[in-house]
């Protein structure tokens, strides 16, 4: 992966991108006043490159707040609550500009599966896999085939991974040292604050540190996530197993979907995966 040099463009570009008043975390700073004023884009381009270059960011901007909205009225359970969580928004300009760097590595080098639905531009993560899942079933009713398919259900499946995979899986790729070094070092220091009805609950120096999985509420969190998942399914296709439309067409191993939930909070990822018998 190319060196990566963070312009005042990658910030505009990056501000454009994002919603106006999406919910802030501890900075308060909503996106629609950093496209007011585009002066201080260069700013921010002089301040992200810095961050990138020491390999650090003040703890401020690796904490997030983690509302808990109940699910229906019985608000003792603490599994009635879904925790969504907001990131603060200088955190998220600097990781939705090292998510397009770091997409662009992936898409030239052609490295994520074909079967990965998720994270796509232009994609439908959920309704193409249920369409090829429909379109094969029909296939094999009609035609009288045999067909082996297991459908496969992450458990927590963003709280899983561990930190130790995701910084050697951004090494696997290739992705640029110093990006690398940034991340693990940002990923170290994550953490964040339960908030329940606009009150804290957790005090500033006890805050919950994040030791395993992903930090939910950037662009970079799901790409990252898929990309963690990669070698599996690069393992699958080259299997020689799955489920050919025509004779001499290409096999459909395995596909992955990937759907949103509600506003930052990812609901699981689903695997369906096929064998000819």
């Known amino acids: 992966m190319d060196p990566v040099i963070i312009t005042r463009d990658d910030v505009a570009e990056a501000v454009r991108r994002a919603t106006n008043w999406k919910s802030p975390g501890l900075d308060g700073l909503h996106h629609y006043w950093l496209k007011g004023f585009v002066v201080c884009h260069a700013v921010l381009a002089r301040q992200f490159q810095e961050a990138l270059d020491q390999k650090s960011l003040p703890s401020l901007f690796t904490t997030g707040i983690t509302h808990l909205v109940p699910k229906d ?9 879904r925790p969504i969580t907001c990131l603060p928004t200088i955190y998220k300009t600097l990781t939705s500009i090292l998510s397009a760097r770091i997409t662009r590595h992936l898409n030239s080098n052609q490295v994520m599966s074909r079967a990965q639905n998720g994270c796509r531009g232009g994609g ?109 399914s690069t393992l699958l296709e080259g299997s020689g197993r799955g489920f050919q439309f025509r004779r001499g067409g290409t096999k459909v191993t395995h596909t992955v979907k990937f759907s949103i939930w509600m506003i930052s909070s990812y609901s699981p990822p689903v695997a369906l995966i096929l064998w000819n018998c």
Not at 180 to 189: A, V
Not at 194 to 203: K, N, P, Q, W, Y
Request: charged share 25%; glycine share 6%; net charge positive.
């Open 73 to 81: 009225r019985d608000t003792i359970d603490p599994s009635k609550y």
């Open 124 to 232: 439908r993560g959920t309704k193409e896999p249920l369409l090829i899942d429909a379109v094969i079933g029909k296939v094999v009713k009609r035609n009288r085939r045999n067909l082996s398919a297991a459908w496969t259900d992450y458990k927590n499946a963003f709280d899983s991974v561990p930190h130790t995979w995701l910084g050697r899986v951004l090494e696997l790729y290739k992705v640029d040292c110093t990006v690398r070094d940034f991340l693990g070092q940002c990923m170290g220091q994550w953490s964040t604050i339960l908030c329940h009805l606009g009150e804290r609950m957790t005090a500033a120096e006890n805050n919950i540190r994040i030791r395993r999985g992903i930090f939910q509420g950037d662009c970079l969190s799901p790409i990252w996530f898929f990309l963690s998942l990669n070698p599996l």
